[in-house]
C-alpha cells in the first residue's frame, strides 16, 4: 500500500545530509513550502547548494537558510535580498545566475531525462560567456568564474547549450495532496513547484490540504504522485509571507 | 521623476504619456509581457476596444490590475510578487510552460525598460557592474518575444543619450530590440537599422539628435503620432 503522508517534518527531512543540493519551489514566499525550509534549518543542516528563483524579501524560508548561513552555492535568476549580495561579494556564498526561463526549463528537463537542451536565452551574454563571478575571495576578487556555455547556431541564431539539473533533494508546496503523493496547485503558487518536484530524486512536498485519494480526479492532478516521495501538511506555525515590494521580475 | 535638465529642456513626454503612446500601438489579440516602471503604466492607457492578454513569467497568462486592499491572495501574484488579480478567461501554467510561451514565439510583445539601446537593437537592461545582479526573465523574453519594445528615458539622470553606438552595460540580448519609446521620440529598428519614425510634440528632430549617440535615418514622413502601424501574425 502507498502512503506517502508523514506527519512529522523534522524525522521526514532527517535524511538531508548538509551539502546536499535541494531545489525548492516557490516564487518569492508564493507557493514557496516554509515548514520544509523551516525543518532543514532546525536540523541545522548546512553548506547546502539551493536551487530556486528568488531568496525572497525577508530572513523567512530561504531567507532564513540564507540568514543563518546554511547555503554554500545559490543557483537562482533573482535573489532580490540584499543581504544576500553582501554574503556573495563577501565571498560567502557563491551565485550561479540564470536566466529565469533556463532555470524553468533545467529543472524541468533534470527530471524529464534530458541531460542538456540549447535555448536562445542569454545567449552572446556575460551569463553564458564564462565571465560572470561565480564567488569571489574573501578580499573582493573574482574567485571563479560561471562555465561559459557551448554556442551554437540553429537558422542563423546563436544558442547554447543548458544542462538538466537533477536535485539530490526537492522542496515544494501545493495547495492539494493525497496520500498517492499526486497534487494540486493554486493560482500562481504553481510557478517552479512541478519543475523543482521533477528535479528531485527524492521529493517532498508540503501541502495545505491532505485529502483523501480519489477526491482529486485524475484530470484535475497537476504533478502525479510518481514526482512525490513524501506528503507533509503545512505547519500552522508557518504563517503566509505578506506580499513584499515591487522590486523586478 | 528621472527628468534631466536636457529633457526639461525641450519638453517631451512625461511617463505616462510615454506609455500611452506605446498603448496605442497595441493591436487587438496581442499577447503581452510587460516588465518594470513605465511599462507598468501601459494597462491603464490600452483602448477599450483593444482586447491584449498580459503575460506574468511567473505562468500567468490574462494578468489583471493589482488587487484591491483587502483582496490580495497570496497564491496569486505578478512577477513583481505584488497581489494582483487575472481577468475571466485567464489561464494559469507552472514556470516552464511560461518561458515556452516566451521563448516559443507566443508573445507579440514584450514592453521592457532600458538601461541602453544600441542603433543595431542591442539591449542592456538587468546589471549595472558593481551592483546587485539580478536577470529574472529578461533574457528569455528578449530572445523570445516577437516584439521587444523599449521604454525609457532619453537620456540618463546625467544627460547623457541613453540610445548609443554601442552599449557599454552588459547585454540582456544581441540585436533584439524592434522599437523603442521615449519621451522625446519613437525609433523602430529593422536589419539592423535605427530609424526616427516620430518626435514627440513640441521636440524636434534637431532636439532629438543632438541627445542621441547613434546613427539613424529620419524617417518621419507621414507620421502623424497616432501609431505606427500594427504588426502582421504569421
Known sequence: MIDKFRADPMSALAPIPSGACVAVGGFGSSGRPDTLLDALCDLDRRGLHVIVNNVGSDFTGIGRLLAEGRIRRLTASFPVLPDFYDEYFAGRVELELIPQGTLAERLRAGGAGIPAFYTPSGAGTMLTDGTFPLGYDPDGQVAERMQAREHRSFSGREHVLEYGIVADFALVKAHKGDRKGNLRFRLSARNFNPLAAMSGRYTFAEVEHLVAAGDLAPDDIHLPGVFVDEVLLRSELSPRQPAIPRSGS | ?234
Open chain 2, 1 to 234: 521623476m528621472t527628468e534631466t535638465a536636457a529633457t526639461a529642456a525641450v519638453g517631451g513626454r512625461s511617463r505616462e504619456a510615454i506609455a500611452q503612446r506605446l498603448a496605442a500601438d497595441l493591436r487587438d489579440g496581442y499577447v503581452v509581457n510587460l516588465g518594470v516602471g513605465i511599462p507598468l503604466l501601459v494597462p491603464r492607457f490600452i483602448p477599450p476596444d483593444v482586447e491584449v492578454i498580459l503575460h506574468a513569467e511567473n505562468g500567468v497568462l490574462g494578468l489583471g490590475p493589482p488587487a484591491a486592499d483587502g483582496q490580495e491572495d497570496p497564491d496569486l501574484t505578478d512577477a513583481g510578487k505584488q497581489p494582483a488579480t487575472v481577468i475571466t478567461g485567464a489561464a494559469i501554467v507552472d514556470s516552464a510552460l511560461s518561458f515556452a510561451v516566451v521563448r516559443g514565439g507566443h508573445l507579440d510583445v514584450t514592453v521592457l525598460g532600458a538601461l541602453q539601446v544600441s542603433g543595431r537593437g542591442d539591449l542592456a537592461n538587468w546589471y549595472v557592474p558593481g551592483r546587485n545582479p539580478a536577470v529574472g526573465g529578461a533574457m528569455d523574453l528578449v530572445a523570445g518575444a516577437r516584439e521587444v519594445w523599449a521604454v525609457m528615458e532619453h537620456v540618463d539622470r546625467a544627460g547623457q543619450p541613453k540610445i548609443v553606438e554601442r552599449c557599454t552595460f552588459p547585454l540582456t540580448g544581441r540585436h533584439v530590440v524592434t522599437r523603442v519609446y521615449t519621451d522625446l521620440a519613437v525609433f523602430h529598428v529593422a536589419d539592423g537599422q535605427l530609424r526616427l519614425t516620430e518626435c514627440a510634440p513640441g521636440v524636434s528632430p534637431a532636439a532629438v539628435r543632438d541627445r542621441t549617440a547613434a546613427p539613424y535615418i529620419e524617417d518621419l514622413a507621414g507620421r502623424d503620432g497616432s501609431g505606427a502601424g500594427a504588426l502582421r501574425r504569421g
